[in-house]
């Protein structure tokens, strides 16, 4: 690609275009989150000032439950002494960096983000306008390279800081271009291989790999005088190789520690995660999970050698526990386990740092099964993530799947919430387990006519968190313990589906005019109903974690992104590190 075509994406037009969409998402989530203040000027109508108070932003807006603003992108204008001026992102956050908390330290950085995502945006206005109902008909792949949003509650979701433009067109899930992974050879005295009980290094090996690429690997080896049986194969993002292993590595590469092999055969498709890879030569194969050194979405997207070696142990607890209750079994729910991993531990940024560092992050790998296998018949599979996705003429992927059930969407969503929020429910009274069970961490399985039979999680090892104390667990699964004070452990349901889920999906459908607030709302609340009477032995723990409570609190994500944009947490204290702003109106509670 030359640099011509690089940047074809980059006109005033699609420019402004996105411009207009990120700022109406700015202005949505920081009211929100109770960094803006919007001033009622009536009728629906709004006002958010800069911190000189010279500049203001006035748009149209409905209010939703969960204190949802629903913005109207058409109707945001921008006005300064009398006059309006057309709407600039960037001179957005630097008139309102004040009432965002944006430091000095952090701005220009959170700038560079908006940046990429607005590019990306731009790109993406680019391809063609492929209707809502097109998409739900479309395959797996065609609906994670459809997605347009990313995440609905970060603003900066897009932000991919390492990228250069010509990376930006080869490895974006947008882009849908296919990639062929790096493998190097890792000696065995640094790196370390653990898997399910289910599957073996060589087994997997010769699966993903095939003999004919085995062969030219091990002679490469050979070649260097080198014996393959003191190595073991790891798979790398072409990115991190050219970007880090090859310079921030240099010292294994020179001592014949890390071996460059060349690229694989298979082709892949990143995923709306960026460094996940499903193989689309052979579906059937693994996904594949990659360290990359690029900040995205407030942190480093690396993945821990130290992490890795409990992820297939963890995985494999987490199976037998599924497969042994009655009610994960009878919603059919599933994960798709992670069955195998490897890490590489160089010595010397070890010994350098903490373990949280990013150095220590560069590089390790995880083969996560492929829900391919798993389907009938009659089904499909789909992001969650694309139940909030819409076309540019406003319809929503969901609101296209209610009508192609011919289901009422009442029925249509309780189908869903039933193969979705009751394992939820469900792990965390039963097990006092809880997931990230996020759009991009779930994939639903679909029928011929759009409606969801069930629902399989993902990102398991890395997510998971179980709370009870008490808990008996095998050594290898210990890591996923935690300690969570006790008014905040039914947090993370409310945050992590209510909030940044439910939230977006109740408003697309009643703004679409596909099912209104308290019907959506009621449906909600049926299912945990529902649930509740159906384990009448868990009342204490119903009520001690009440789900029909009044209220809860804010936990706000973009605060997190704006006070520190590289390391949003302290993964050392991950709940205590949550930016708390006051309480939010339970919308279930009115349907105890």
Not at 19 to 26: A, Y
Not at 172 to 197: G, M, Q
Not at 224 to 250: C, E, I, R
């Amino acid at each position: 690609m030359n640099p011509v075509e690089s940047v074809s994406h980059l006109t005033p037009e699609l420019w402004a275009e996105a411009n207009r969409l990120l700022i109406r998402k700015g202005l949505a989530e920081f009211s929100h989150e109770r960094l803006l203040t919007p001033g009622d000027l009536g009728e629906g109508r709004y006002a958010v000032s800069s911190d000189d108070g010279r500049t203001e932003y006035r748009f149209t807006a409905g209010r939703l439950a969960l204190d949802h603003w629903q913005v109207d992108a058409a109707s945001i204008s921008r006005h300064r002494d009398g006059a309006q001026l057309p709407l600039d992102a960037l001179e957005f956050f630097t008139e309102l960096r004040g009432a965002l908390g944006l430091s000095d330290a952090i701005l220009p950085v959170y700038l560079e983000e908006i940046s990429s995502t607005l590019s990306g945006t731009a790109y993406k206005l680019t391809k063609p306008d492929v209707s809502a109902a097109s998409l739900a008909a479309a395959d797996f792949q065609a609906i994670e390279t459809g997605m347009t949003e990313g995440h609905p509650c970060f603003v900066a979701n897009n932000g991919r800081l390492g990228f250069g433009i010509h990376e930006y067109h080869r490895y974006a899930p947008e882009a849908a271009a296919p990639v062929r992974l790096l493998w190097v050879a890792a000696h065995r005295s640094r790196a370390t291989f653990t898997s399910c009980t289910d599957l073996g290094y060589e087994n997997l090996m010769r699966a993903e790999l095939g003999q004919e690429t085995l062969d030219r690997f091990d002679a490469r080896l050979r070649g260097l005088g080198l014996d393959p049986d003191d190595y073991l194969l790891m798979p790398v993002h072409p990115w991190q190789w050219w970007n880090k292993l090859s310079v921030t590595f240099a010292a294994e590469v020179a001592q014949r520690r890390l071996v460059a092999l060349g690229e694989g055969e298979d082709a892949y498709l990143a995923q709306q995660s960026i460094r996940t890879f499903f193989n689309t030569s052979d579906p059937a194969k693994h996904y594949v999970k990659t360290a990359m050194s690029v900040i995205n979405m407030g942190f480093m997207r690396g993945l821990s050698a130290a992490y890795m070696e409990a992820t297939p142990a963890i995985n494999d607890w987490l199976a037998s526990l599924i497969a042994s209750d009655d009610v994960l079994r009878a919603a059919r729910f599933s994960i798709i386990r992670e069955r195998a991993a490897v890490g590489y531990r160089h010595l010397e940024y070890e010994a350098a740092t903490d373990r949280f560092s990013p150095y220590r992050k560069m590089l390790a790998a995880l083969w996560r099964e492929s829900p391919v296998n798993t389907i009938q018949d009659g089904e499909r599979l789909a992001t969650m993530a694309s139940l909030l996705h819409a076309d540019r003429s406003g319809k929503s992927l969901a609101g296209e799947l209610i009508t192609e059930s011919g289901q009422a969407p009442e029925v249509w969503l309780r189908r869903y919430l039933d193969a979705y929020l009751l394992p939820v429910l469900h792990c965390f009274y039963a097990y006092d387990l809880v997931y990230m069970p996020h759009g991009e961490n779930v994939i639903l399985v679909l029928d011929e006519d759009g409606s969801v039979q069930r629902a399989i999680f993902k990102d398991i090892a890395e997510e998971i968190c179980v709370m009870d104390p008490h808990a008996v667990l095998p050594p290898m699964v210990e890591r996923v313990r935690a300690e969570v004070p006790e008014d905040m452990k039914l947090l993370s349901v409310f945050t992590d589906v209510f909030d940044c889920f439910f939230r977006f999906l109740g408003a697309t459908l009643a703004t679409e005019g596909v099912l209104d607030e308290d019907a959506f709302w009621r449906t909600v609340a049926e299912c945990v109903t529902a649930y509740q009477e159906s384990m009448p032995h868990l009342a204490d723990k119903f009520a001690q974690y009440d789900m029909f409570t009044e209220e809860f609190a804010l936990s706000c994500l973009n605060r997190l992104q704006l006070r520190d944009n590289k390391q949003m947490v302290d993964l050392a204290d991950p709940s205590g590190a949550l930016q708390l702003v006051g309480t939010l109106e339970n919308p279930i509670a009115r349907f105890r």
